[in-house]
Each structure stands twice: as C-alpha cells, then as structure tokens.
C-alpha cells in the first residue's frame, strides 16, 4: 500500500461540513446510509489490516456507540471476523432500527460474542488486542454520558502501559477519537491518545491533533461533485484497497520485526525420498495458495574475485535433470556461472512459512537442449553430477563459445 501526502496537505472538514456531505450524500446523490456504512466498516478493518496483522493481534474489542459511528464498527467487527481476526462486541445502547438489528443479527451468526458493560474486563490490557473505538462520531457533543464515560476511562488507563513497557492493546478510532471535540480535538490534553486514526470520507478538524503513529482515510466513495464543493484535497487510493495512509508511516525498530510463525507439523516420516519430488510438491502448494511468483527464486553465483551476487529470477522448469532458468549469456551471472559453475538458488514461500535452499552447478552438457537464453543448473544431490564433472573438465576450454 503506498503512503500518501503529508497530512498538512489534506483538507479538514468541520463538524457542519462533515453533517452536511452526509445529508447530500444521502439525498440528492441517491447513497442509502446501509451502503455508506458497509463501506465505512470495510475501510476500517482494512485499515486495521494493514498494520495489525492477525497473527500478532487477533483478539480485538469494538466497542460500539448508538449512532452510525457504532454502526461503523459493527461492520468492521464483521469483516475483521472474516479476515482472521478474534472479534468481540461492546454495545451498551444498542438502536432498535432494521439496519443496526440486522447487523447484530449478522455479527451473532458468526458466533461472535456480546460483552456487556459489567461482563468486560476492568483491565483490557489481558485479555484484548486491538480495541475499536466507535462509540462517537462527528455528531458527538459536550461530555460523555454514561456508560460510555466509564469505558473511555478504561482506554485512558491504557496510557499508563506505555511508561512501563508492558504489552497494551492499541487503540483504533472510528473516525473520530471518542470524547475528543470535533474541530478542537482533545481539549486538555486528557482524552484517549488513539494508535491509529481512520478518518472517514475525510479527515475532521481535530485530526490534525493526532499525534498517534498511523493515520488512514477511508470510505473510497466520495464523488468529484462533493470534492469539487469542499474543494477537498485528498489522497489518491491506491489499486482497488478501501484506504490510504495519510502523512508518513512511523519509523520502524528493525530489531524488532519479528513474526511468529506458525505452521503445521512437518515429520520427517512425511519427507518424499525423492528431494525433486518433494520440491515439486512444494511448489504446486505455493500455486494452489496463490502466492504472487511461486516460481521466483534468488540466484546466488560467485565471480572469478570470490566475490558472491544475488538476484531474483524466475525458474522455468525443472526436473531430474536440474532447474532450468533464462538469462542473457552475457549477464553478470552467466559470466560468473562460467568462471565459477556453483551456485545457490533459494526459494522462499512467505504465508506457508516455507523455504528451500538448493547448491547446484551450471551443466553445459544441456545447453543445446535447451530453449535460447536458458541455462540448466544441477542440484548437487544429483547422481548425474559425476558425470557432470568428467564433462566439465572436457568442455573447459569451451565456455567462451557459450558466453
Ligand atoms: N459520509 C459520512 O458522513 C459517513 C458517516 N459515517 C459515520 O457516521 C458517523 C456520524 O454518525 P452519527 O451522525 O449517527 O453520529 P455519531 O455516531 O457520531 O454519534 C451520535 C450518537 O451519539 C450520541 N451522543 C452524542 N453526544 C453524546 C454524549 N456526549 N454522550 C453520549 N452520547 C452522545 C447521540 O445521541 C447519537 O445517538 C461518522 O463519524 C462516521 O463514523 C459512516 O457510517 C458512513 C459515511
Ligand atoms: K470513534
């Protein structure tokens, strides 16, 4: 997903603007706000998705507020569900309306569980992830009322985790950080401090008081007849995604990174005798899970200097024979190939956390064999490599007529 303009640069709407593209959205512009919602929510959970992943925080709270801001994450709450994630809900004063019945409806076939006021933590720290925070939207006035005072208290203990260093759930604002003042933000510096920001349509006022480390737009569906009116400046959406980030993502501690992989228990029992087949059969899963180039592969070659070099290619073929890939005879490769015939090739499957590292040598003795452009490399295990060498020390002198 590709970063947008800095956050100077997108146009704030105030509360009157922001009720108001709404109306005309509504009404003259024929959107249904079951349509607006839907769409809404799924830039929320996308938004979600791009940074928290489900591996790392799976278990989210969305605590949901009685107006089109709960509805927010009440759909988001359903998508998250779809993508992997944990939900549970937090809907205090729920709205007896089709619309919002029906969500709840849908959210419980999931068998995705209602919490009450009394029945959540009074820690959330334990036993959640992410939490959601849609209780209010740009309509929101004056100060909370009860319940949801009390429970914007628990997201502000939260704070407290940071000086500690303690593992928190982040918080994730609907639109709006809950309690925060439309245009003014957060008025004495007391309300939530939300992780991630996801504006909707466009960013209100008080978003340029967000100091958390992701903002993001979303709600990809305003027409070039309300941008055109508001004069809004907003960012491109990039491909098909639901949402863009606004300004710059936060600098990264690289020693941190650290994915926890879990995969399904690989036995040595299950191990084909064949190291080709078992490659092959590796293979067909990448396909069948449609990773993007399962046939990519870094080729490792070294020069006449010692020297090693590395670079992605693609495999076109393989079989007992070796791994068979394209390449212009007079590259950097084929010309470190003819100096020195070992090689490495290192296949890497990310999402079934698999990899396979093969050493190998350059055969010549397939190459007219081969389509133009081709090389064909044989895997050290090969039986057939004793016979590559005796033909290797013959064809010695010829390596320049390939090259
Ligand atoms: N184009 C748009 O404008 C869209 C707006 N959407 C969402 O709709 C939101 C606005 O929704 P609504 O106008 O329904 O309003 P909100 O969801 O902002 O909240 C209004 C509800 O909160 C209550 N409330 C207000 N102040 C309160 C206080 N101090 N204490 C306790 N309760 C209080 C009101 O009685 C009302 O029930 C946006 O922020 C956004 O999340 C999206 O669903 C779709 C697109
Ligand atoms: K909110």
Redesign the pocket.
């Known amino acids: 997903m590709s970063s947008a303009q800095n956050s100077d640069s997108v146009s704030h709407l105030t509360q009157r603007e ?1 009720a108001e ?2 109306e005309t ?1 509504m009404g003259p512009l024929g959107f249904s706000v079951d349509q ?2 839907e769409l ?1 929510g799924l830039s929320v959970a996308t938004s979600i998705a791009e940074v928290y992943k489900p591996s790392e925080y799976d278990r989210v709270l969305a605590i949901c ?8 994450g009440l759909v988001a709450a359903r998508h998250l569900y779809h993508f992997g994630y944990k939900p549970s809900v937090c809907y205090p004063k729920r709205t007896q309306k089709p619309l919002y019945t029906g969500l709840v409806t849908q959210l419980e076939s999931l068998s995705i569980p209602f919490l009450s006021v009394e029945d959540l933590p009074l820690d959330f720290s334990k036993d959640f992830d992410i939490i959601v925070d849609a209780m ?10 009860p319940p ?1 005072d009390d429970l914007i208290k628990r997201l502000l203990c939260l704070h407290g985790y940071d000086q500690t260093r303690q593992k928190r759930p982040v918080i994730v604002s ?3 950080p809950s309690g925060w003042h439309v245009e003014e933000g957060d008025i004495g510096d007391e309300g939530i401090k939300p992780d991630m920001l996801v504006s ?2 466009a960013p209100k006022l008080c978003a340029k008081k967000s100091s958390g480390p992701h903002h993001f737009l979303g ?1 990809r569906f305003v027409p070039p007849v309300i941008a055109d009116k508001y004069k809004l400046r907003l960012p491109p959406y990039p491909g098909t995604s639901m949402c863009v980030r606004i300004g710059k993502a936060p600098n990264v501690d690289i020693s941190a990174l650290r994915e926890n992989y879990i995969s399904p228990e690989f036995l040595e029992e299950q191990v084909e005798s064949d190291p080709i087949n078992q490659f092959r059969k590796w293979v067909d899963d990448a396909i069948a899970a449609g990773l993007r180039e399962p046939n990519a592969m870094a080729l490792s070659t070294v020069g006449k200097d010692g020297k090693p070099s590395s670079r992605m290619v693609l495999l076109k073929g393989v079989d007992r024979g070796g791994f068979v890939w394209c390449t212009n005879y007079e590259s950097r490769k084929a010309c470190e190939l003819c100096d020195n015939p070992h090689a490495s090739l290192l296949f890497y499957w990310d999402g079934l956390n698999r990899q396979v590292s093969i050493f190998l040598r350059l055969a010549l003795f397939h190459l007219s064999t081969l389509p133009a452009g081709s090389l064909k490399m044989v895997p050290l295990f090969s039986p057939s490599l004793s016979k590559l060498e005796s033909y290797l020390l013959d064809v010695k002198n010829q390596t320049e007529q390939f090259f």
Request: glycine share 22%.
């Open positions: 922001a593209i709404d959205l607006l919602m809404a507020g009685p107006g089109s801001n709960g509805g927010d209010f939207g740009f309509s929101f006035h004056g100060t909370p009322r949801f609907v639109d709006i909707l349509t709600g």
